[in-house]
């Protein structure tokens, strides 16, 4: 007997759950792609873009996914032979990383390990040691989702600030942006990447770049960019092939239209606060069971936890378990463990993440907190009590 009758729930860390809204803006036949409501759209789009992202200056789009933002960031300020330094506190950090080396930057990494922030004071140092001023940029991930880790982006600045150093920040945002508080102007970030399908809401295929006008000034002094990935006539299009280089992603800017529609509807400071109370109940529960059993938060401080999703450890079998479990009796899909690989456990199946990021509520929260008590129950897994009690109290509060 099972119960995955119903409707599906898809509770990892992006692609995010779609609202009805979302698919239903997309539902239409093609529209004109050379005058008419579209272009009238994305003239729209683009400074509530900013404002999701807290910016006054550039915000670009492109089709691609988060990847794609990845290298369209660097290929615009960066090129071969050029060194940044890699802020990692997990594998998203890690993969900046790789991406940058891939188009001949140099990287020099700077790791934190996978449970805990960076630390401004060795960023500072690293900084001040480069005399000769080789390091153009700093790539740190504002969430890492693989470990779910959240870095404080204005100690980050202040930490760049401190060392005289004239780097660009370069933040990426995928998991964060729609989830957790990100203001790209009052912390001083040059460059934030994002995508669609996370808090965004939106299917994958949307990457965002968004830039300040020191950024700018260094693409201007780049020898060249490649016509695709140069943000410079998508952030100020002459005419309107111009924003995407090409087709525009017809679809998806009608999806992007009616999620920006409902951020707003919500406000971003209520949505921010929404996650929040959210990741605290999840937090609350997680904490409740793992005093009494195998279950562990990853991020031990929550204040360096990320709101959006939640990496846990729960070592095998029970990993595999548990994510089976919920998917094939409750009909929920937890996220699987992405980049924590040991010794003893060379695939990292022994963790797992829940994403809560975008069009998530208390009922969802509660339902996925449910159906793992319900497979801890079924799997015998030993675990502490009171979990569920926990978790609403959180959300009564
Ligand atoms: C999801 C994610 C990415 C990768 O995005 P893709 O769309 O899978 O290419 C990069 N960084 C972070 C922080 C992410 O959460």
Known sequence: MTYHGGREYLAIPGPSVMPEAVLRAMHRASPNIYEGELIDMVAGIIPDLKRVAGTE????????NGHGAWEAALANVVGEGDHVLGLYNGRFGVGWG??????????????????????GARLEAALRADTSGRIKAVLCTHVDTSTSVKNDISEVRAAIDASGHDALLMV??????????????????????????????????????????????????????????????????????QYFAGTAPTHHLYGLRASLDMLYAEGMEQVWARHEKLAGAIWTACEAWSSGGPLALNVPDPKHRSCAVTALHIGLPHGVNLRQ????????????????????????????????????NAQMVMGTLGSMEAAFAALDVPRGTGALDAAAKELAR
Not at 98 to 119: S, Y
Request: glycine share 12%.
């Open 98 to 119: 790789e991406m940058a080396e891939g188009v001949g930057v140099v990287v020099e990494p700077l790791d934190f390990g996978m449970k805990t922030p960076v630390d």
């Open 172 to 241: 990426d945002c995928i998991a964060s942006m729609g989830c957790d508080r990100f203001e790209m102007d009052a912390w001083g970030v040059d460059v934030a990447v994002a995508a669609s399908q996370k808090g965004l809401m939106v299917p994958p295929g949307l990457g965002f770049v968004f830039f300040s006008e020191k950024a700018a000034a260094r693409r201007a002094k780049m020898p060249r960019v490649s016509r695709y990935w140069d943000w410079t006539p998508r952030a100020n299009p002459e005419f309107f092939y």
């Open 57 to 64: 200056h550039n915000a670009t789009i492109y089709i691609g």
């Open 325 to 360: 479990w919920c998917e094939q009796n409750a009909g929920i899909t937890l996220g699987i463990g992405l980049g924590m690989a040991t010794e003893e456990d060379p695939k990292g199946q022994g963790f797992f993440r829940i994403g809560h990021m975008g069009h998530v």
